[in-house]
């Protein structure tokens, strides 16, 4: 599916299956392509396909790099189509675990906040809020969905501001604020008489569905191709064409941080970084019907790898390692140029 193909116009059933597919062609990646083939099918309304797709995951003998997740997912997906008693067994059992990706607890706890269990839901984010924002530090874009979460649920219970809270409504981006957006009483508006009350919703729903089109405007990252060392001087001890396009490995990673930063500065969105291996680059050059010293793959299959989800999220979070893999922090690594700033 293209990045830009309007969401009434996919075909779910159809994009599941391809994405199963691929899936059978890249099985490093399964995890990853499996969780939007589910994702499509539940869009399609085969919801129990989509739990099958769960299960296969989950019984897979492959390591996951995220078991909560799916589990969470499979939760959400089973209690849709009447399945309570296991969707409510298998949120517990994700709340026991602790996840410390926010992602299952945002999933888990929307699900209880969407069959009306408000109680129940707001425990879970503060749970998770206690577990994942510990310390004084700006909290990663990866936690605001947290913190928006349990202030929307809190606001529908009646519950006054906490710390927490207002966090949530330091690090909201929209012209619209959270109480606005989160105001119980917004659903009257919609039946008013008063233009001036309906203008007002309008402005509301348009914000969210900014910021909804501004997440959703692209499946997966503008990503740069990155190469580690070891992988870098294999490519060109097989391919020494490629030495033009790599002089060494620094410049590379130079290359790297700089395009990124070009890219921020005007205006692009959503970039990110993702690892080349020789294997796979000479797997997916035959597959182009073309040889790996040809360049211009390059571009392309830094696109497939990010297309098959293998791209890191460019800038790091504060206090976050570099993307080149040394080790060291990222604002005192590649992070530290003068270049333009990169846009969080």
């Not at 959400?76 to 008693?85: C, I, K, P, R, T």
Request: aromatic residues 6%.
């Amino acid at each position: 599916m293209r990045p830009d193909t309007p969401a009434e116009n996919v075909d779910h059933t159809a994009e599941a299956a391809r994405l199963e597919r691929t899936a059978g062609l890249y099985p490093e990646d399964a995890e990853a392509l499996l969780l939007r083939a589910a994702a499509h099918l539940e869009l399609s309304g085969d919801r129990p396909a989509a739990t099958t797709l769960y299960d296969r995951l989950l019984s897979s003998p492959a390591d996951l790099d995220n078991p909560p997740l799916i589990r969470a997912l499979k939760a959400s997906n089973l209690w849709e189509y009447g399945h309570e008693a296991e969707a409510r067994a298998i949120i517990e059992g994700v709340r026991l675990t602790a996840p410390r990706d926010p992602a299952p607890w945002v999933i888990v706890a929307e699900a209880l906040e969407g069959h009306d269990e408000l109680e129940a839901a707001s425990e879970t984010f503060t749970e998770a809020a206690r577990l994942l924002l510990t310390d004084d530090t700006e909290p990663p874009s990866t936690t605001h969905p947290l913190l928006y979460g349990r202030h929307r649920v809190r606001r529908m219970l009646g519950l006054p501001h906490d710390d927490w809270d207002t966090l949530a409504d330091t690090v909201h981006a929209s012209p619209v604020s959270l109480d606005e957006l989160h105001d119980p009483k917004r659903v009257w508006s919609l039946g008013s008489d008063n233009p001036a009350e309906l203008a007002a919703e309008i402005t509301r729903l348009q914000a969210e569905l900014g910021a909804y089109r501004e997440a959703l405007s692209r499946p997966f990252p503008v990503a740069v191709l990155h190469w580690p060392t070891s992988e870098l001087t294999e490519l060109l001890s097989a391919y020494p064409t490629l030495s033009s396009e790599y002089p060494s490995h620094e410049e590379h990673l130079s290359t790297i941080e700089s395009s990124l930063r070009e890219l921020s500065s005007s205006g692009t969105g959503n970039l990110g970084i993702v690892t080349g291996t020789v294997p796979s680059y000479e797997a997916f050059a035959a597959s182009e019907g073309s040889t790996p010293d040809d360049v211009t793959l390059l571009p392309q299959y830094a696109t497939t790898l990010a297309a098959r989800g293998r791209a890191v999220a460019w800038p790091p979070q504060r206090g976050a390692g570099c993307w080149c893999g040394t080790g060291e922090g990222y604002e005192a690594c590649h992070g530290g140029g003068n270049g333009p700033r990169p846009v969080a």
